[in-house]
């Protein structure tokens, strides 16, 4: 299919749902939006789709925005794809470029490295450089969930079983 180094490699193993967000849709359907507005919509004529697309798509903004943050989180913090789909570093996502430091850090502060090299190596401040690159990661997540909380709340708490 000529996917490999290809953005579409990134995405096409994570296409589809899992079972988390399936539940989470499904319990937001069923027990929040009240059966009475889809009957409603079905006297006024309106089709499956119609009633779809104009009453249960604007009242499920909670649970979209949740499994949408759910999946970014996911494509975020995924870096085996790419290292099994993707050998052009163009491709890498932040993720991948952080485990590569990370393992090039580790092997530098280990003996062989500093053995090789001279002893001028012995001292990288690698416990530093890895705060570093875990704020580098975290970040951007960190900057974007304050916009998204209200939503992920509700969502979350409407989606959820109910006993």
């Known amino acids: 299919f ?28 069923k027990n929040s939006i ?6 409603a919509a079905e006297i006024d004529g309106a089709s499956e789709l119609k009633t779809f697309w104009k009453i249960m798509v604007p009242l499920s903004v909670p649970v979209n925005v949740t499994v949408g943050l759910f999946t970014g989180l996911a494509y975020w913090n995924d870096w085996i794809n790419a290292l099994y789909y993707v050998d052009d570093p163009v491709y890498y996502g932040i993720q991948n470029f952080l485990v590569r430091m990370m393992n090039n850090i580790q092997f530098l502060s280990s003996g062989n490295a500093a053995a090789m090299v001279g002893s001028g190596m012995a001292s990288l401040p690698s416990t530093g450089i890895r705060m570093a690159l875990a704020v580098v990661g975290v970040l951007p997540i960190v900057v974007i969930y304050p916009f998204l909380q209200k939503y992920l709340t509700k969502g979350v708490i409407m989606g959820a079983v109910k006993g």
């Open 2 to 29: 000529h996917i490999k180094n290809t953005y579409f490699a990134l995405l096409l193993p994570n296409l589809l749902m899992n079972a988390m967000n399936i539940m989470l849709v499904r319990n937001y359907y």
């Open 34 to 39: 009240p059966f009475e507005l889809v009957e």
